[in-house]
C-alpha cells in the first residue's frame, strides 16, 4: 500500500496572490425557458461557477458510474500530492478481478500501472480498475471511501454521500448533479495536466480495445468527462465543452438510453452557449479606482484586483443595466503594505449585487514625512493655489 497523505481541499487550488471574494447571486432575468426530459439536469459555467439551468440538481439521485469521478479525483490528488506515480503497479485482488458490471478486464493477481487503470475507469469505466486503484492507495475499498466522503465535505458536495468507489447501486450511494458539475470543475481547475485522458475516445488492455461511452467527444468542443448507467439510476452524462475560451460542465440523468441522454446534454450545452455571454467589468493588475489614505506619503493608494472580474449575464440583459460601486474603509490610514485589503468592487444589477472582487493596495505606502504634512496643512487652510 502506497502512503497516502490526508488533504484539505484548500491546500490543491492554484494559489491566489489575492483571493477573489465572489458572490453567487445570479438574479437577472433568464433567457428563453429551457426544458429537457432528463429527471435531473444541471448546468454550469467553469469560470464564473454560476448555475446557468437547474432541474431537480439539488437532489440526491442515482450517479450510477458518473461518481467514479470522485474516484478518479481522489487518484489525482495523490499523484499531483507525489504519494504515487503513474507508473507504479498495483495487484490486482480477487475481489477487484470479481467485481461485475462495466470491466477492465483484469487478470486476478496481475500487476497493474496506475495510467492503465486511471484510464480503464475514464474510458472503459472499469469496476474492476476502480476497486484495484483504490485498494493500491489506501489498502482497502473502505478506507477509499471515507476520504471520498472527507473530500466531498471539503469541496462543499451538500446532497453526495459514497459507499464503494464504482458506483455500484446502493441505496445510501448518492450525488446530486450540481454536486457532480462542482466536483468536474474541481477536477478541471486543481488537475488539468491529467484532464486529457478524459479526451480519449478508446482504450485497448489485455488486447480489449473498449469505446469511450462519451460517444460527445469531439462534437461542439466536448472534451469530456464521465459518463452512467444503472438499471434504476437510468442513463447519466457529465458533458463538458470548451468553445471560443468558455467552458461549460452539464450533468443529465435519468434518460432511456445512450441516444437521450447524448442528445439532452448536447441541448444543454448549446443552451449555454448561445444564450449567456461575458462582459469584464475591470481587468487584473489594472487600477480600478484610488482610495484616499491618511497622513500617506501617497494622497491616495491604488486598487486593484487579482483576476479580471468577469459578469456572464443572458445576452438579453443590455450591458448598460449592470453597474459598478466601491466599497472601502474611509480614512485608510498609514502604514500599507502592498496586497493589502482595501476595498470591495461590486457589479450590480439595479440595486442587488451580482459579483464582487477585492480591492487590493498596488504597492505599499508609508507616512508622510514632516514637510508633505506641513503643505498639506498650508493647502488645507490657505485653498487650493498652494501646491506641495
Known sequence: MHRFYLFIILTLLPGLAFPLNIEKSFEIPLPSTF???ADYAALLDYETETVLFSKNGENAMIPSSMSKLMTIYIAFHQLKAGAIKLDDRFIVSEKAWKMGGSRMF?????SVSVEDLLRGIIVQSGNDASIALAEGITGS????VHYMNEAAKELGLKNSHFTNATGWPDP??????IDLTKLSAALIKNFSEYYHYFNEKTFTYNKISQENRNTLLGVGGVDGLKTGHTDDGGYGIVAS?????????????????????????????TYGFNNFQYHIFAKAGAVVTQVPIWNGADLFANAVISEDLKVLFPRNVAREKLTTSVEFKEPLTVPIKQGELIGILHVRNGEQIIKSANLYSLSDIGEADVFKKFWRNLKTIFGSDIHQ
Open 35 to 37: 426544458e429537457t426530459i
Open 241 to 269: 465543452a470548451l468553445k471560443s475560451d468558455r467552458r461549460l460542465i452539464a450533468v443529465v440523468n435519468g434518460l432511456k438510453n445512450n441516444k437521450e441522454r447524448s442528445r439532452e446534454a448536447d441541448r444543454l450545452l
Open 141 to 144: 475499498e473502505e478506507v477509499f
Open 172 to 177: 445510501r450511494h448518492r450525488m446530486s448533479a
Open 106 to 110: 483484469l487478470d486476478l493477481g496481475s
